[in-house]
């Protein structure tokens, strides 16, 4: 075998990565995978990784610098292997074929690699699944995720949302009516690309629904604050409030206590995947007004000292 610095075409100052360059070059250019039939490139490549196995281990390198050994890794004055030194490197016909992979010495052999010298996935990640990469399954694409914001109104009725992923993609996303906050909608093959062929991977869209001036909401349930009068609050009657489709009379009965909830069954959001309608629940806020009547006030003093009593006493 001629000088493995001549083979790969370095300088004996030749850093090892300036090494490893000079190889993956040869190895990429001449590997079988590439020169499918052409025995002479066979020959460049198992060259080149003869080579490879001298100057890319360091003990080795140092040897062959020395005079230690010959072009070929063994002992100077010796022309046979040793014993238990392995299959030759090349068969008579100097083929690829022949090429000693198994031999505990040689360039794949679990001494070498033990040594830190040839590696073989220094040429075979050359191409992207060559020889041994074939028999990987193609790696999936990855997801992506991302969020969209809705108002409470394109919750309830649906509605087309634009959404830019991290992709680079930007599409038009449908959000079904009744989804509920923190939902997600799985968009079939638009994440990353997937590898050797395999399929793309999704993406991934979690809901959310934007802030209301006065609607909450739980799940499919939404709530709502109602302000009443005092008035309307002791003497009971008929009082308006919004709903998400539009304003319902809610009846208050006599002597109704701020904080009570009335529940308006099927007034939340709409149902989705076979699920029932959400409700409306409204707690009735007593409000009073802004400027207290003098008649009032009196009437608070009188029953504060004839008729007291303590709505906090269950707090112990």
């Given at each position: 075998?001629?000088?493995p ?11 090892a ?11 990429k ?8 039939g ?7 490549f198992?060259?080149?990784s ?6 890319g281990?360091?003990?080795k ?6 005079g ?9 004055g010796?022309?046979?292997?040793g ?7 090349r068969?008579?016909g ?6 000693d ?5 040689g360039?794949?052999?679990a ?16 191409f992207?699944g060559a ?23 394109d ?12 992709t ?17 909608i ?16 999704d ?5 959310k629904?934007?802030?209301h ?41 006599p002597?109704?206590?701020g ?24 707690t ?33």
């Amino acid at each position: 075998m001629r000088n493995p610095y001549i083979v790969l075409g370095v300088a004996k100052t030749a850093s090892a990565d300036d090494v490893k360059k000079a190889f993956r070059k040869l190895a990429k250019k001449y590997h079988p995978d590439q020169n499918k039939g052409d025995p002479k490139t066979q020959e460049q490549f198992a060259e080149a990784s003869s080579a490879y196995e001298i100057l890319g281990d360091e003990k080795k390198r140092g040897q062959f610098d020395r005079g230690e050994i010959d072009a070929e890794g063994k002992p100077r004055g010796f022309e046979g292997l040793g014993a238990g030194g392995g299959a030759s490197r090349r068969g008579a016909g100097g083929g690829f074929e022949n090429f000693d992979f198994n031999a505990a010495g040689g360039p794949f052999g679990a001494a070498g690699g033990a040594r830190g010298g040839f590696d073989p996935g220094d040429f075979f990640d050359l191409f992207g699944g060559a020889r041994n990469a074939r028999n990987r399954q193609p790696a999936r694409g990855q997801d992506v995720a991302e969020s969209i914001s809705v108002s409470l109104t394109d919750a309830m009725r649906g509605a087309s949302v634009r959404v830019a992923l991290p992709t680079g993609k930007t599409l038009e996303v449908t959000v079904p009516a009744g989804l509920e906050e923190g939902q997600q909608i799985r968009l079939k093959g638009q994440g990353q690309p997937g590898q050797g062929g395999a399929p793309a991977g999704d993406a991934i869209i979690t809901l959310k629904i934007a802030r209301h001036p006065y609607f909450r909401v739980e799940g499919r349930d939404v709530r709502l604050d109602l302000p009443i009068t005092l008035y309307e609050a002791v003497l009971g009657g008929q009082v308006e409030a919004p709903t998400l489709t539009g304003k319902v009379e809610l009846s208050v009965a006599p002597g109704t206590t701020g904080g009570r909830i009335l529940r308006l069954r099927g007034k939340g959001l709409p149902g989705a995947d076979g699920k029932a309608a959400g409700d409306l629940l409204v707690t009735l806020r007593v409000v009073l007004p802004e400027s207290l009547p003098a008649e009032l006030t009196e009437l608070m003093q009188k029953w504060q000292s004839d008729r007291p009593y303590d709505p906090r006493k269950d707090l112990g």
